[in-house]
């Protein structure tokens, strides 16, 4: 039989979802740093709080950053989080004993609205309006006073992203969290690029305030990264590679083989990567850009081969000689 979980506690796996941690990292940071102080389970399972799971989000965010995990791992919630470039909300802030205030919180989708209301969650939300469909949100949210705007859509598509942005667009400044139970890596992708905080549903609706929270936080808020362009056409084909890896040079060096070597699989896989772009429209976009790394990867050894080449007098195509 599973071993029972306190009420307000989640196992390594779920804190690791929350923080948005693949759970070997956390495994890693918690083995070498100690990062998080979380209890044990009378069965050795460690069991992380609310605070806690903030907390390893705001790691991340730092980790994301540029700053070793190692040098900020012991440092206090607040460094943290003035690292992160983000200060704790006013509505969570708890001093000298005083309850949480609430968290104010509009919800589309009328499920998710009747699981909150049925459970206690830390932090409270407060749930200040709630639409059944996203199709109605952009009508009625404006001057609903938030903090979180919370989207359940079960089966999410491209076509829902526009919905979300207008819903969105009807909540200034609310942090924005989405929900799903089905839906493409590409529109998850965009939908984060976006600055989203967005999860599959969980089982428990009391980790839903962790995901506002966090939300509020600002751990999830990822700029895009910047598009690699294309590369530009290949200077040398097949032939010449094959040519280049074969002829003697005066100093029996075996550079000139290996760099031809390493420029034929970069090709080949500049050329997979392409048509894997062609097949499959959910990761095309992801795809395009592996192709366009490893051409501009090839362009930066194609000349370097042929300044070795040059330089040795190896022979080249009659175009760059």
């Known amino acids: 039989m599973a071993e029972a ?50 907390r390893l989000g705001l790691l991340k965010r730092v980790v994301d950053l540029g700053h070793p995990i190692g040098t ?36 589309v989708g009328a499920a998710m609205a009747r699981r909150l209301a049925a459970v206690r969650t ?29 989207i359940e859509s079960s089966e999410m598509s491209a076509a829902t992203v526009p919905l ?45 305030a962790v995901l506002c929270r966090s939300a509020l936080a600002g751990h999830p808020m990822q700029a895009a990264l910047p598009v690699t362009p294309p590369a530009a056409p290949r200077r040398l084909d097949e032939h010449a590679l094959a040519v280049l890896a074969t002829a003697p040079n005066s100093i029996n060096c075996e550079c000139p083989r290996h760099l031809a070597d390493i420029l034929m699989l970069l090709g080949s896989f500049e050329r997979y990567s392409q048509q894997c772009a062609a097949r499959n429209a959910e990761d095309a976009a992801l795809h395009q850009e592996l192709s366009n790394s490893a051409g501009q990867a090839r362009v930066l050894l194609e000349t370097a081969l042929e300044r070795l080449a040059r330089a040795d007098g190896l022979p080249l195509p009659p175009a760059l000689g």
């Open 164 to 208: 979300i942005a207008a819903a969105r667009a009807a909540a200034p400044g609310a942090a924005l969290v989405v929900m799903y139970r089905f839906c493409d890596s590409a529109t998850v992708r965009r939908l984060r690029e976006q600055g989203c905080l967005v999860a599959r549903v969980p089982s428990d609706p009391a980790e839903v």
């Open 72 to 107: 900020v791992a012991a440092l206090p919630f607040e460094e943290l989080a003035a690292l992160s470039g983000t200060l704790p909300p006013a509505a969570e802030l708890v001093r000298d004993g005083a309850a949480a205030v609430p968290l104010r919180v509009a919800v």
């Open 5 to 54: 979980v306190p009420k307000g506690a989640y196992r390594s796996g779920v804190a690791a979802r929350l923080a948005g941690l693949p759970v070997e990292t956390l495994r890693v940071w918690e083995r070498r740093y100690n990062v998080s102080g979380a209890d044990r389970s009378p069965h050795g399972q460690r069991l992380y709080s609310a605070e806690q799971v903030r």
């Open 122 to 150: 830390d932090p409270p939300l407060d749930i200040v309006h709630s639409c059944a469909t996203l199709d109605a949100a952009p009508a009625a949210l404006p001057g609903v006073p938030l903090d979180v705007l919370l």
